[in-house]
């Protein structure tokens, strides 16, 4: 191990110390309070990268290809497991993390444990590559400049102690490198001169780059901010957040199924679908979804109707005057409904931690209410969504009003005997009943409930586009024999399960796919696509519907808590039935999710165990198979070989037995031989320079002889590599 590392500090020394400097200089940014962990940690990582490449670099090629590979995939790994550890703990996604400066990020140390291994071994191997394979100036000096372009993207000049040393380690690689690769038979002496003069200049230039004032430059780096700007990295990161944007993600933001962690939910209820934006403008030939003005504008909750919206509340009047009117109570087949004193639609959630901070909130459909931890103002859009002034944050509570009300037996007996065509008439009658019988209270709820009808019937007829007629006609097939609202919605809800379609993440989509092809031929999709498929069909059934994006809660742990994974981003189709009003449904077959796909933790590490486990496989068959097969096949081809091809064989492979460079001659090697190990193999070079220089033919006996003293240089090689553990 000793000889391990002592070749590659003796080969590569000044290299090391730039590479050292390299990654202390970026590790001061995300940590410098434990610079000194990092500075023990890199010069270990960093030597040992070093005397790993000089080491193999002796190998045959395919050692040195697995031994890299197998090098790289560890490294990977590593990398793999701190990402997958800081994203389930970090408030945001690593690759925001890293292009943010760190004074607006939170402390990660799996992020920071990530860039400290990538830095590393980026640096280590590119180094090596440029210094000791194939010199190049130009590359070692970029290497250099990457501790700047990480102070700039910090808004930060770098140090000028780390600054004069990169530059004084730059100019030393120079001059190292410039003196590594001698032409052949040329051998450079590093005498005690020259290494004084090389420190006195290396000096003499920092004592000036110190010394000498500097100039006051302006430099127009607005170029810079302009670089992350690009349509496909916001993109990225509006989709990898969830956070809203006024087109619909409808292709692509649903078919991840990673285990990145997003939000922590404290729910009431759940399954429940979480609305983050309502879409309402839809291009058939595109398959997209555009947000409307009024779903992007709103009025302050507190000035809406939106508490007034309560199915609970309705359903009370309702029951009110069934009671008082056998007449109105036999027309809606109301009869025997009655009103508990108990019954109650009201839920809440609270938003414990977000990813990233927006205006918008998550929430039902029938959110009436935000409470948040900062005195701002909540904006509630026609659509429902809710928004705010400010930066929303988290740990808002959100009070709303449950969906699975519907699910009441006195609520489905209203909902089944309704459709929008006699909703009108239905609260006209409650009024009149109710006025005739001097009964209050109700007045606001039912005002509400028609107002909020008329805006639906209003939706429909502006928000409904041109259909083809094989759509059209599925619609109508679906909903002929349904006379409630309620009923046809079930029914086009449970069209996807009783027609044979699939829930895909890895289907490929053919160009010109539209919802025609997806409901006649493909029937393979994504929730996106259930989703627009379902408001399709419920606008040509006379249903009001629109295309919600958001997350799907489910899964909570013992204590309530659901945490909601990139996998859960979701979009679902929310329509309004008379009686109930606005409400989500759920057509897309959420437990057929395909799995699989995402990176799981002890996968992760069942893959390093292997991975480490291969490298220790290819270790011990460098060190104990391959050199007995490798000889095996060498004296194979001397076999096979002439007798004058035979010797030549032999004696390169004695030079690479003992280390020698190719260049080493004859006489240089057979007096290497005896003075260092006191053979004498004269004979041998004698009849070597016979047959290379002399041309001459020898006979078998000659190349029996060289063999034969090959083989005891063999023996005794490999008796000494035994006793110094090699």
């Known amino acids: ?21 390299i990654v202390t200089c970026c590790m001061y940014v995300y940590s410098p309070e434990y610079l000194w962990l990092f500075m023990i940690i890199t010069s ?82 590119t180094v090596y590559y440029f210094s000791a394979v194939r010199y190049r100036i130009s590359m070692t000096f970029m290497i250099t400049l990457i501790p700047f372009a990480v102070y700039r993207k910090e808004g930060t000049q770098v140090p000028v102690i780390f600054a004069l040393i990169l530059l004084v380690m730059y100019m030393a690689l120079m001059i190292h490198c410039r003196q590594i690769t001698p032409k052949p038979r040329q051998k450079f002496i590093a ?81 429940l679908n979480l609305k983050s934006q309502t879409y309402s403008l839809y291009d058939f030939d595109n398959n997209i979804w555009r947000t409307s003005e009024e779903e992007v504008s709103g009025y302050e909750i507190s ?86 002034d400010g930066t929303s944050g988290f740990n808002y509570t959100v009070k709303y009003y449950s969906d699975s009300f519907i699910d009441d037996k006195g609520m489905q007996q209203i909902v089944l005997n309704l459709n929008n065509e006699n909703f009108p008439e ?3 009658d409650i009024r009149d009943i109710l006025e005739e019988n001097e009964v209050t209270g109700y007045s606001d709820v039912l005002d509400a409930y028609y107002r909020d009808y008329r805006s639906s019937m209003v939706y429909l007829d502006e928000y409904s586009v041109s259909l083809p007629e094989s759509v059209h006609s599925i619609a109508e097939k679906i909903v002929r024999k349904k006379d409630s609202d309620y009923e046809k919605a079930l029914a086009i809800q449970n069209y996807f399960n009783e027609n044979d379609f699939v829930y895909s ?44 994006e958001g997350i799907h809660l489910h899964d909570p742990d013992e204590n309530g808590i659901v945490t909601v994974k990139d996998s859960d981003l979701h979009a679902f189709p ?13 057509p897309t077959q959420i437990g057929q999710t395909e799995t699989g796909t995402s990176f799981d933790l ?80 004269d004979s041998t070079v004698e009849i070597f320079d016979r047959v290379i220089y002399g041309g001459e033919k020898i006979e078998n006996t000659l190349r029996n002889d060289v063999l034969s003293v090959y083989t005891k240089l063999f023996e005794m090689k490999k008796e000494e590599n035994k006793k110094s553990g090699k």
């Open 574 to 586: 929310e329509l309004y039935i008379s009686g109930f009003g606005w409400m989500s449904f759920e």
């Open 1 to 21: 191990m000793l000889e391990f590392y002592k070749e590659g500090l003796k080969k590569n020394t000044v290299p090391l110390i730039l590479c050292f400097f």
């Open 44 to 125: 270990v990582i960093q030597t040992t990268v070093f005397s790993f490449y000089t080491y193999i670099a002796k190998k045959s090629m395919l050692m040195r290809f697995i031994s890299i590979l197998g090098s790289f995939v560890s490294i990977a790994l590593m990398v793999m497991i701190a990402l997958k550890t800081g994203n389930n703990k970090s408030s945001i996604d690593y690759f925001i993390w890293f292009l943010s400066p760190q004074a607006l990020v939170d402390f990660s140390v799996p992020y920071i444990a990530a860039t400290f291994i990538i830095i590393n071994f980026f640096i280590a191997s």
């Open 426 to 428: 239905f609260i006209d």
């Open 602 to 681: 002890r996968m992760s590490a069942y893959v390093s165990a292997s991975a480490v486990a291969l490298i220790l496989l290819i270790l011990v068959i460098n060190k104990f198979i391959y050199p007995v097969f490798a000889e095996k096949l060498f004296l194979y081809r001397v076999k096979k070989s002439s007798d004058e091809k035979s010797v030549e064989m032999i004696f390169v492979k004695i030079r690479k037995l003992f280390g020698l460079e190719p260049c080493t001659t004859s006489a240089e090697t057979g007096k290497y031989i005896r003075e260092v190990y006191g053979m004498d193999i």
């Open 505 to 548: 993440l890895s289907y490929k989509k053919p160009e010109n796919y539209n919802m025609e092809f997806f409901l006649t031929e493909g029937k393979t999709g994504i929730c996106s696509d259930y989703a627009t498929a379902m408001v399709l069909l419920s606008r040509e059934a006379g249903i009001p519907a629109r295309y919600a």
């Open 191 to 271: 005498e005690k001169g020259y290494r004084k003069s090389m420190i006195l200049f290396l000096a003499f230039t920092s004592l000036i780059a110190v010394v000498v004032p500097k100039p006051d430059i302006n430099i127009d780096n607005s170029w810079v901010e302009t670089v992350f700007e690009s349509e496909r990295i916001t993109d990225y990161m509006l989709k990898r957040l969830g956070i809203v944007s006024e087109t619909a993600s409808s292709s692509g933001i649903y078919s991840g199924s990673s285990d990145i962690k997003l939000y922590e939910i404290k729910s009431d209820e759940v399954p």
């Open 303 to 388: 000035d809406t109707y939106a508490e007034m919206l309560n199915p609970a509340d309705f359903y009370k009047s309702v029951s009110e005057a069934a009671l008082l009117d056998e007449e109105f109570a036999e027309k809606y087949n109301l009869s025997d409904i009655k009103w508990k004193t108990d019954t109650d639609c009201r839920k809440s959630f609270t938003m414990l931690s977000s990813r990233v901070p927006s205006k918008y909130f998550y929430t039902p459909v029938l959110s009436y209410s935000v409470t948040t931890p900062s005195d701002i103002s909540v904006y509630r859009a026609s659509q429902g969504m809710l928004f705010a």
